[in-house]
Structures are given as C-alpha cells and as structure tokens.
C-alpha cells in the first residue's frame, strides 16, 4: 500500500487499495502442437451397453470419447510423443487407429470388485507419478471436452506439468444425451459442477 501527502495540510493518507486482478475462469493457454512432450487426454462421459453393471464395468467410449481420441490423433501428427489417455480414449486409439504405445489411465477398484471414480486430478496424479522426474520439464498437451479444458488444462498444470491446449486441434463440444454419466448429458448438468471446480482450482 503506499501513501499520499495532502497539499496544504502534510498529511499522509493512505491510497485505495489496488483493484483485484481479474479472475479468468474461460481462457485456455494454446500452443503448438509440436512443442509437447506428451499429450494428456480426459475422457468424458461414455455409454453403458444394456444389462451391464456401471460399478464393475467400464462404459463402453461413446461418441465423445471417439472425437476426443481424433484430437489426440491431430495433435500428435506423424510424431511419436508418449500419450497417456484415460480407459475410454486409449481403446479407441489401439482399435481404431492401432496406436500400440498409448498409456491407458484406470480407475481403481475397490475391495469388491466395484469401480472407484477417477477425478481428473485422479488422471493428472497418475500421469505425473508415472512421467516422475521428467514432469517438471514436460510440456503437456491436453485433448478434453471443450467445457472441461479449462479445468483439465489447469489440473494438469497444478501437477507440475507446463500444461497448454495444441493450438489448432478442435475439441469437442457437443454433449451426449446417452451418455451413462448423468452429469455429461447436458451443459445444464455439466456447468456448474464444472465451475465450480475451477474457483477450487484458484485457491
């Protein structure tokens, strides 16, 4: 804070405090594609066969995940960056497009067989536990839902990792009313658990 002599009287007064810096909850940090180290890629949401029980099996990739395995296939171009995926997005890049040195990112399961929810921090954790050392000078492109990439982008950055979205890679933007997490049917579901999440990441 720093002070002010009023003319006339010698008094210092103090100024008015600084305004706050604004809060910037929408812009994504870009850059070139070529530049990563590594690609990061979320899933979001998936679709859930008829009969199958969602806590022991994981959901089958459904039409966002295939478009979010198409961005990580645009954002690696010919080359061949180490790309950690989560379940959804890895078994389409292997089926799909027979890529064979992708690292799927698994939930873990509990003590009965059932699924344990992986966060995207959960993914960020487990890429930076297995990048270890290298984490601190890798540069992260992230691939995840539009209306996740900031969140996604921001996780992986609180990870350690130089995070940014590749430049010129479109993301998808369009929900999955099918979708077997309730949560990603719909903006009017997504959104505010989404915002939320990103003031906790500013904390």
């Known amino acids: 804070m720093g002070w002010t002599v009023c003319q006339g009287t010698g008094t210092a007064v103090a100024d008015p405090p600084a305004a706050p810096a604004p809060v910037d909850l929408w812009t994504v940090p870009t850059a070139p594609a070529d530049s990563a180290s590594l690609i990061v890629a979320y899933s979001f949401g998936n679709r859930i066969p008829a009969g199958v029980d969602a806590t022991r099996v994981i959901g089958e990739p459904g039409p966002v995940n295939e478009a979010l395995a198409a961005a990580v296939i645009a954002a690696r171009g010919d080359r061949t960056v180490p790309v950690y995926a989560q379940t959804e997005i ?3 890049l ?25 966060s995207t921090d959960g993914v960020a954790a487990k890429v ?18 539009r209306d996740h990439l900031w969140r996604a982008t921001r996780t992986t950055a609180k990870r350690g990792f130089q995070a940014f979205a590749p430049a010129g890679v479109t993301m998808p933007g369009e929900y999955d009313p099918q979708s077997g997490q309730l949560w990603t049917t719909s903006p009017v579901l997504y959104l505010p658990t989404d915002y939320a999440g990103r003031l906790a990441l500013l904390k």
Do not use: K
């Open 90 to 92: 890895a078994e389409v």
């Open 128 to 145: 930076a536990e297995l990048r270890g050392a290298a984490a601190a000078s890798d540069t992260a492109a992230v691939v995840a839902f």
């Open 94 to 118: 292997r089926t799909r497009y027979g890529l064979t040195d992708v690292v799927s990112i698994d939930p873990e399961r509990n003590a009965d067989g059932t699924l344990v929810y992986l």
